[in-house]
């Protein structure tokens, strides 16, 4: 990476991204030696201004962002981040520093938590004892929502169709996890044909 650091004093912005909504979820700075600790250790870490040193994100919440990956601009004198937050990104407990609305890629978050109950196996949990029985289990599942919501469908009830409708979604990214494929390669193959 040539980036121009000397530009503005020595510290460039670095916006970090969530590498999976997308969203933006807070400005900082970085000077040469934070950015190289970024890509060292794959944790963003900025030069605090108020501090004068260099800080991690998460160093004392716990709340890291993972480095997905690191741009800059057509000037070289900004970074875009894409990471993974652990938690909020926020001091103020939201998950954006921009506003704590929900992403519009919920999936994608849903997704992992999914993964994560299936690779915890957590006592009483729904998704791990499904996906545990099985791809015909979890494929007989599905078909029962998608029926489900058909029927709503022909209703005048939203609510119920919603629901039905987030049920088919949710067991839909378990079907998924049985195949071992992630909603982005099902976007990929939709992305594909809109060409």
Known sequence: MNIDFEKSGGLVPAIVQDALTMQVLMLGYMNREAL???????KVTFFSRSKQRLWTKGEESGHFLFVDEILTDCDNDTILVKAF???PTCHTGSYSCFGNKLP????????NVIEQRI???P?????SNLFSRG???V???VGEEAVELVIEAKDDNLVLF???????LYHFLILLKTKNLKLQDIEEVLVERHK
């Open 162 to 168: 919603k629901n039905e409708a987030a049920d088919l």
């Open 139 to 141: 494929a007989q599942k």
């Open 36 to 42: 190289d600790k970024t890509i060292a250790e794959g």
């Open 123 to 127: 006592e009483n949990s729904y998704t």
């Open 104 to 111: 519009k890629g919920f999936l994608y978050e849903l997704e």
């Open 135 to 137: 791809v015909n289990k």
């Open 85 to 87: 937050p652990q938690g």
């Open 119 to 121: 690779a915890d196996k």
